[in-house]
T-cell receptor, first 114, second 118 residues
Framework: NAGVTQTPKFQVLKTGQSMTLQCAQD?????MSWYRQDPGMGLRLIHY???????DQGEVPNGYNVSRSTTEDFPLRLLSAAPSQTSVYFC?????????????FGSGTRLTVV | AQSVTQLGSHVSVSEGALVLLRCNYS??????LFWYVQYPNQGLQLLLK??????LVKGINGFEAEFKKSETSFHLTKPSAHMSDAAEYFC????????????????FGKGTHLIIQP
């Protein structure tokens, strides 16, 4: 099993550019979520989805959009990148009927906005 | 709303000494609790989880944690530190999933960087 796959691993953007961070999982997990990790801040929830067609905001949603058209994929879109969005982004998934099993995380995307 | 506090952004111990990483949580409903480890430039790996089955939870790499409801704590311990334990450790809480729609996501502490002195 590949688990949770994130692409790209590294990305440099100019301020104002747009891009999509990809996240795919092959475990048939209903729940998927996006986090950003900043030094001294831990990981903070950006958006989450409890199933195809259902998304909601987390703690820090501003500047990010998501959609969930399939169970497998949960892309994160930056419409107009800002330097404050420089961060490491992690995607995670978990099974709805096993909420106590924890989450499987991807290996992350390191994004720099200049 | 839930929150997690990890006491100490950096903890330094000697190789072979006891490791104690502190985590306190705040939650209005019974939580699920997790400890994750992150090695440099890598993703997060689950160390252990509390699921209400037992208050003392054993995880991978010799780590364990004890859930104390009265103290709202879930501290992580290891009897004897090894150089390979040097990493960032995160405590996280998730509200117990409820029917009728549900929400998702983990709330993380800010992390504790564990340093192992030779």
């Amino acid at each position: 099993n590949a688990g949770v796959t994130q692409t790209p691993k590294f990305q440099v953007l100019k301020t104002g550019q747009s891009m999509t961070l990809q996240c795919a999982q092959d475990m048939n997990h209903e729940y998927m979520s996006w986090y950003r990790q900043d030094p001294g801040m831990g990981l903070r929830l950006i958006h989450y989805s409890v199933g195809a067609g259902i998304t909601d905001q987390g703690e820090v949603p501003n500047g990010y959009n998501v959609s969930r058209s399939t169970t497998e994929d949960f892309p994160l879109r930056l419409l107009s990148a800002a330097p404050s969005q420089t961060s490491v982004y992690f995607c995670a998934s978990s099974a709805r009927d096993r909420p106590n099993y924890g989450y499987t995380f991807g290996s992350g995307t390191r994004l720099t906005v200049v | 709303a839930q929150s997690v506090t990890q006491l100490g952004s950096h903890v330094s111990v000697s190789e072979g000494a006891l490791v104690l990483l502190r985590c306190n949580y705040s939650s209005s409903v019974p939580p699920y609790l997790f400890w994750y480890v992150q090695y440099p430039n890598q993703g997060l790996q689950l160390l252990l989880k509390y699921t209400s089955a037992a208050t003392l939870v054993k995880g991978i790499n010799g780590f364990e944690a004890e859930f104390k409801k009265s103290e709202t704590s879930f501290h992580l311990t290891k009897p004897s530190a090894h150089m390979s334990d040097a990493a960032e450790y995160f405590c996280a809480v998730k509200l117990v999933w409820y029917s009728g729609g549900g929400a998702d996501g983990l709330t993380f502490g800010k992390g504790t960087h564990l340093i192992i002195q030779p």
